[in-house]
């Protein structure tokens, strides 16, 4: 009966292996490489200024959380410009929530994530004068006034 047992553990635990190595596979299957620095950086149409302008527009600050005045504190969106600036692969990065106010916190992270991903095409960044995949860490300033 152990031996069983035994046999069938062994067999449960290859197939799991296998079919953990056929994802791995898949999902490394896309080897695009992306910087994290460009010799030029990518650009938002228009520029900075209609970077923030935009994104005043696009991002709702929770009636919530200005109602309780809370402080966000740092907020970044992270994201990759591609080589025809396009945006992908959007993630909020944020201080720990607390349960209080988790739920304000997790509307505000998608208004941010919903804006970015609508964006317009960006300059893509280049090496060598080629268009290039790029790491984009966008900070995101709170001002409740």
Same mark, same amino acid.
Do not use: H
């Given at each position: 009966m152990k031996t069983i047992a035994y046999a069938v553990l062994c067999l449960t635990v290859t197939a799991c292996t296998l079919v953990l190595s056929?994802?791995?596979?898949r999902a490394q299957s896309r080897s !695009?490489? *992306?910087?994290? =620095? %460009?010799? $030029? +950086?990518? +650009?938002?149409?228009? #520029?900075?200024? %209609?970077?923030?302008?935009?994104?005043?527009?696009n991002i709702r600050y929770p009636n919530s959380l200005a109602r309780k005045n809370y402080s =966000?504190?740092?907020v970044a969106a992270k994201f990759i410009i591609d080589k025809d600036g396009? &945006? /992908?692969? *959007? $993630? &909020?990065?944020?201080?720990?929530?607390d349960k209080e106010n988790r739920k304000g916190m997790q509307e505000f992270m998608t208004t941010i994530v %919903? %804006? &970015? !991903?609508?964006?317009? /095409?960006?300059?893509?960044? +280049? *090496? #060598?004068?080629?268009?290039?995949a790029v790491f984009y860490t966008l900070p995101v300033e709170v001002n409740v006034q």
């Amino acid at each position: 009966m152990k031996t069983i047992a035994y046999a069938v553990l062994c067999l449960t635990v290859t197939a799991c292996t296998l079919v953990l190595s056929n994802t791995d596979s898949r999902a490394q299957s896309r080897s !695009e490489l *992306v910087y994290t =620095t %460009a010799e $030029r +950086e990518p +650009e938002f149409p228009g #520029g900075k200024a %209609a970077l923030s302008q935009y994104l005043a527009q696009n991002i709702r600050y929770p009636n919530s959380l200005a109602r309780k005045n809370y402080s =966000t504190g740092p907020v970044a969106a992270k994201f990759i410009i591609d080589k025809d600036g396009s &945006i /992908r692969d *959007v $993630r &909020i990065t944020t201080k720990p929530l607390d349960k209080e106010n988790r739920k304000g916190m997790q509307e505000f992270m998608t208004t941010i994530v %919903a %804006a &970015i !991903e609508k964006m317009p /095409r960006w300059r893509p960044g +280049e *090496v #060598g004068g080629q268009p290039v995949a790029v790491f984009y860490t966008l900070p995101v300033e709170v001002n409740v006034q």
